[in-house]
């Protein structure tokens, strides 16, 4: 029974299989993000119009690339992270292209990645509606990109920007004092009675 329990972890598998699907679904998808920008700049000045996209258009394209490559770091510290800490172990050691972060990775460190990770995301988030509703009315804004927003909806938006950055805090603050509480203590350490 206990090691039917235990090699129940492999189950985890397939699921981290699919995530490195997601993760060529993101490479597709930043590709073709690319081609458009490319083609909306380059387009207009080989065909002598000139520059067709303004400064904005330019900004929100490229913080879209970055959001995507955001989102696949997440998903890169997911499936290896994970796999590492609740399947198997990799066995990278000595190889020159191991992440650094994945030598101690554990459950608390990759809560607090993930963390960080979600905080980047929701931050470029929160910059391209900046950019995007300039002086918002308070009934409500068209963006160029067609989103509707209002100022409660962008109020909710950095609220939960907010509440992302006090839970990372808050994950980080609790891994640290484990540390401080899990970690022995040495009986002989010098200034201390033995």
Known sequence: MGFMIFFSRWLQAPLYLGLIIAQVVYVVVFMTELWHLGEGVLGGLFSGHGLQVNEIDIMLSVLGLIDVVMISNLLIMVIIGGYETFVSRINLKGHPDQPEWLSHVNANVLKVKLAMAIIGISSIHLLKTFIAVNDLPAEGSTSEDGA?????????????????????????????????????????????PG
């Open 148 to 192: 509707n927003y209002t100022a409660l909806g962008v109020f909710w938006q950095v609220m939960i920007h907010l509440v992302f950055i006090i839970s990372a805090v808050a994950l980080a603050w609790i891994d640290k004092i484990s540390h401080t509480y899990m970690t022995p203590k040495s009986l002989d350490a010098p200034g201390q």
